[in-house]
Nanobody, 121 residues
Framework: QVRLVESGGGLVQAGGSLRLSCAASGNIFSINDMGWYRQAPGKQRELVAVITRDGSTNYADSVKGRFTISRDNAKNTMSLQMSSLKPEDTALYYC???????????????WGQGTQVTVSS
């Protein structure tokens, strides 16, 4: 059973920093793209950042220059370093990963349960 578990959310003042982590566990053979998404109340879930297996990254325009995504392929983990946080960054942040595990014929997407980030003004 594949699981994605996020950690590191919390309450921070505007201008502050937080680091989110995501750990994938289970009988995992390989992981392709990994990414962070977020969903604010009353809004649709949106892509924040994505990183490929070889380390190529892509960011939402709203977080470019402030957030940095990284991963450790050996440990099946991913992180999101968030700096210069703004109140509009407040959301539930989800980890997503494209994973091939036992009993699967191809990669499929998995989601974590989400971690809350709240930025006060």
């Amino acid at each position: 059973q594949v699981r994605l578990v996020e950690s590191g959310g919390g309450l921070v003042q505007a201008g502050g920093s937080l680091r989110l982590s995501c750990a994938a566990s289970g009988n995992i053979f390989s992981i392709n793209d990994m990414g962070w998404y977020r969903q604010a109340p009353g809004k649709q879930r949106e892509l924040v950042a994505v990183i490929t297996r070889d380390g190529s990254t892509n960011y939402a325009d709203s977080v470019k220059g402030r957030f940095t995504i990284s991963r450790d392929n050996a440990k099946n983990t991913m992180s999101l370093q968030m700096s210069s946080l703004k109140p509009e960054d407040t959301a539930l942040y989800y980890c997503n990963a494209d994973i091939l595990s036992a009993f699967q014929l191809s990669h499929r997407g998995y989601w974590g349960q989400g971690t809350q980030v709240t930025v006060s003004s």
